[in-house]
Structures are given as C-alpha cells and as structure tokens.
C-alpha cells in the first residue's frame, strides 16, 4: 500500500483482557515508531525499531506492554490485563530514514477498554 | 528535559483572515522540527521539516518559519477545509523519537 496502515482501526474491550495491536508500514522503511494520543496527555512515543530490533523501549508505560516486529516490516503492539487508563488512540509510524527521517502516520487503532 | 509548547491551544478565524500559530521548543541540539496536521479521527499527516534559524517552507496557503527557540505557522488566508489541529514536534534524544506540543485547534468559518 501506499500509507502506513493499522489494524484494527477500532477495538473494544473488557478490563483485564489482552489486546493487540497491528501495524504495517511503508514498503521499505526501515524505523517503525509506536505512538499513544489520549486526552490531556497528547502524543506520546512508545517504542521505536530499527528492522527487528527495538533499541529504545524507553515510552512503555509498564511491563503489561510490549512490541515485536518481524521481517523488517509488520509490528505487533500487545497490551496485556488491559487497564481504562489504556484506553487512547495508538498510531503507529514508519520512516525511510531511521533516526532523522521523516516519519509518517498510520490512520491509528482506537482502543477503549471497558 | 526536552519539551515543546504550542499556542495557543485554539484559534477560530473568519475565512480570509489571517493568522499565525506559534511552536516554542527547549531541546538539546535541534536536529528537526516538524509540523503536522491531524483532522478528527486520523492520523498525523506530515506538512514541514525544518532544521536550521532562518529555514522557511511553503505550501498553498501554509508557510512553516523556524528561529533559534521558535517556529512559526503563518496561514494565510484560509480556507475551512484548514480546519484541523495542527501538531509541532521535535527529534528527542538519539533514536529519532519525536516530542509533541499539545497542539492547536484551528477552526475557519466561512
């Protein structure tokens, strides 16, 4: 496709259930960033790789959150024993440049738990 | 600590009325600055990069303006389909993540 895309664009669920969370980013970008958007706390960077490997962790918020990518491409965002505080827009974006390029947004998942 | 505040948080304008946004940023050694714009619903969608004082970037009715603390969105004119929240953010630190402002909501009425 053209655009980063995620999936799914809207998830629903009850307190205490696992979640996750799909993204795929342009062909051939390298940086895959996690982002979450909530009320009053606006864009926060969650977790960012370069092809697999995810050298800055530092934006997950507790260790019910965790994120893999495989083959360089699709990233998977996992929230497990989901809390309401989870509850935000998570977006994710890809970069051709890892570090200094430019990144580009994906329409976002809308998690609201329950 | 890195950090960038945007104002102010809303603007209405009158369609035709022009106006500016302002993007204050605090970083250790600015290595990009960038404007986005998110309508409701949707993700960010990339507009400006800027890296160095005196750096500007135009395009349609939106010019992007960069000082040694600041940049700056001028819109000129505007049209209602400018309506949406315009987002300024920072490269923080070594691995390219990106600080936002707050962002402003811009409303245009015709």
């Known amino acids: 496709g053209a655009g980063v895309s995620q999936s799914p664009s809207n998830k629903v669920t009850e307190k205490g259930k696992d979640v996750e969370l799909r993204c795929d980013p342009i062909?051939?970008?390298?940086?895959l960033y996690w982002y979450r958007q909530s009320l009053g706390q606006g864009l926060e960077f969650l977790i960012y790789?370069?092809?697999?490997?995810?050298?800055?962790k530092s934006g997950l918020p507790s260790d019910r959150f965790s994120a893999e990518r495989t083959g360089g491409s699709v990233s998977t965002l996992t929230i497990q024993r989901t809390q309401q505080e989870d509850s935000a827009v998570y977006l994710c974006?890809?970069?051709?440049?890892?570090?200094?390029?430019?990144?580009?947004f994906g329409p976002g998942t809308r998690l609201l738990v329950l | 600590e890195d950090q960038v505040t945007q104002s102010p948080e809303a603007l209405r304008l009158q369609e035709g009325e022009s106006s500016s946004l302002n993007c204050s940023y605090t970083v250790s050694g600015l290595r990009g600055l960038f404007w986005y714009r998110q309508d409701p619903g949707k993700g960010p969608e990339f507009l400006f990069t800027?890296?160095?004082a005196g750096e500007e970037k135009e395009k349609e009715r939106l010019k992007a303006t960069l000082t040694k603390k600041e940049s700056f969105l001028h819109i000129t004119a505007p049209k209602p389909e400018d309506s949406a929240t315009y987002l300024c953010?920072?490269?923080?630190?070594?691995?390219?993540?990106?600080?936002f402002g707050q962002g402003t909501t811009l409303q245009v009425k015709p």
């Open positions: 974006a890809s970069s051709l440049v890892p570090v200094q390029g430019t990144q580009y």
């Open positions: 790789f370069q092809g697999n490997s995810a050298p800055d």
């Open positions: 062909s051939g970008h390298t940086a």
């Open positions: 953010a920072v490269f923080s630190g070594n691995t390219g993540k990106l600080i």
């Open positions: 800027l890296y160095s």
